[in-house]
């Protein structure tokens, strides 16, 4: 199964009390499977743990673990997406209320036509109302 992934889902790879059946479910599907990531999701996934490591969620020294492991997956990260949101992007955000950030995600399943595992309920709803529906929040 392809996907576009976002940081919520990722994340609930990384803190088992934010793990669902569904995000394990997801995780699980990238073995034979790939999902795909916007280029500002590693920088997103930083932000997340440097702020769980302020909170002491985390030591900094269990960065390294969990950054080998997310590389490990068959994660790809688009190329182009940065080059989308001044337009597409940004669109969809205004559109339907989104972030910016999160808009990206939406685009990009939009243009693979791939659905959108996402835990943040305005980005699944958008995703779900988008486009007659080629990208769905899973």
């Known amino acids: ?65 969990i950054c080998a492991s997310l590389e490990a997956l068959p994660i790809e990260i688009d190329p182009v997406s940065t080059s989308r949101v001044w337009g597409d992007a940004l669109a969809l955000a205004d559109e339907y209320g989104l972030s910016v950030y999160d808009a990206v995600y939406l685009e990009l399943a939009l243009r693979l036509r791939l659905p959108l595992a996402t835990l943040d309920r305005a980005l699944a709803a958008a995703a779900q109302s988008s486009e007659a529906g080629t990208a769905s929040a899973v």
Do not use: H, N
Request: hydrophobic share 45%; aromatic share 10%; charged share 25%.
């Open 1 to 65: 199964m392809a996907f576009v992934l976002d940081c919520s889902v990722t994340m609930a790879w990384v803190f088992p009390d934010e793990a669902s059946e569904e995000t394990d479910r997801l995780r699980d599907s990238l073995v034979g499977g790939r999902a795909f990531v916007p280029s500002l999701w590693p920088v997103e996934v930083g932000s997340v743990l440097l702020a769980a490591t302020k909170r002491g969620r985390l030591r900094a020294d269990e960065w390294p673990g």
